[in-house]
């Protein structure tokens, strides 16, 4: 079938692929970034939404739910307790899962 042919490693696509699927759903939207006090998020969702903060070393530093109608979130998440850097916000829904990197200052 279809693939692609590298150092004689035969890559095929069967059904989707993670790519097309990016490129259809941009994720969500973030919002300033660098962040100080607060992000507001937002985007497409299926069913209830949640969000996880980690830090560099991967320690999870604030998780909750986000406000959803069902079929898209928008919300903000307060960072005023958290100390300056680099951290990873990852929204979560019952289909997928999207990691993003936010600096707070």
């Given at each position: 079938g279809e693939g692609i042919y590298?150092?004689?490693i035969?890559?095929?696509v069967t059904g989707g692929s993670a790519v097309s699927d990016?490129?259809?759903n941009p994720g969500f939207i973030?919002?300033?970034n660098p962040a100080q006090d607060e992000v507001f998020v937002s985007g497409q969702s299926a069913g209830e939404t949640r969000f996880e903060l980690f830090n560099v070393i991967g320690?999870?530093?604030i998780s909750g739910v986000l406000k959803t109608d069902g079929a898209a979130?928008?919300?903000r998440i307060r960072?005023?307790?958290l100390e300056g850097g680099i951290y990873f916000l990852t929204i979560r829904d019952s289909e997928n899962a999207i990691t993003r990197k936010l600096h707070i200052r």
């Open positions: 590298i150092d004689n035969n890559l095929s990016l490129q259809g973030m919002y300033p320690a999870k530093v979130f928008a919300d960072l005023h307790d």
